[in-house]
Structure formats: C-alpha cells, structure tokens
C-alpha cells in the first residue's frame, strides 16, 4: 500500500516543492496534493513516475496495509525537515534544473556508497 508520508519526507529531504516534483513526474500539482495528502493513491502509472522522480527504490514509497495509518510514519516528514534545515551545503531548489543535479548527485552518492562497500 502506497504511504503518502514517505513520499512527502523523500520529496521535502530532496527540497522539492508539490510543483517541482509534480512537473519532474509529469503530473498534475492538485493530484500530487492529494496523494501526499492521502485522499487519493496512485495508480501503477503514476507510482513509477513518483519513484522515478523522487529516485528510490520500488518499494521505498509502499508500507505493509497494517501500518499504512501508523502515526509513527509522520516524524519521517519532520526528520526529512529538519535534516534539510540542519545540512550546510542544502540550498533551496528552485527550477527544474536544480532538482535535476540534486537528484543527479544524490544517485551518484548512492553508487559511490555501494561501491565503497564491495
């Protein structure tokens, strides 16, 4: 079952806004409101442009039907927050282009990581 809280955590850790990551997508900005809001959930379509766009794995945006209300779900959301507040080197995005490189230099840190690891 999708969980709009991680989706809404990994889009405020990137710095994204609804809009940017609605366009990055290819999505409309209300339905995006609307999943992350957890009024609506994705169709299998739209869930992969979320993943693509938000750059994690397949499973990343889904929790077991069980714990889908859990509220210990929502310090996800203020952690992401925080993490961006605290970080020296975050700046805020503000066009396509610079959610672009985040995302770029985000899934160049996780290969970096993996291949330290091996």
């Known amino acids: ?4 809280t991680r989706s809404k955590a990994r889009r405020l850790e990137l710095g994204l806004t609804v809009e940017q990551l609605a366009e ?7 339905t995006l409101y609307r999943h992350e809001a957890g009024e609506t959930v ?5 869930y992969v ?5 938000l750059r994690v794995p397949f499973a990343a ?3 077991e039907a ?3 209300d859990d509220p210990d779900e929502f ?10 507040r605290k970080d020296p080197h975050h700046t805020p995005m503000s066009t396509f282009e610079d959610a672009e490189t ?14 330290n690891r091996g």
């Open 42 to 46: 994705p169709n299998a379509n739209v």
């Open 75 to 84: 310090p996800a959301v203020i952690g992401a927050v925080l993490r961006r």
């Open 61 to 63: 945006l889904l929790v």
């Open 24 to 30: 990055r997508a290819g999505i409309g900005v209300r």
């Open 102 to 115: 985040a995302l770029t230099v985000d899934g160049v840190r996780a290969k970096l990581r993996e291949t």
């Open 49 to 53: 442009r979320l993943i693509e766009a």
């Open 66 to 68: 069980e714990a889908s």
């Open 1 to 4: 079952m999708y969980c709009p």
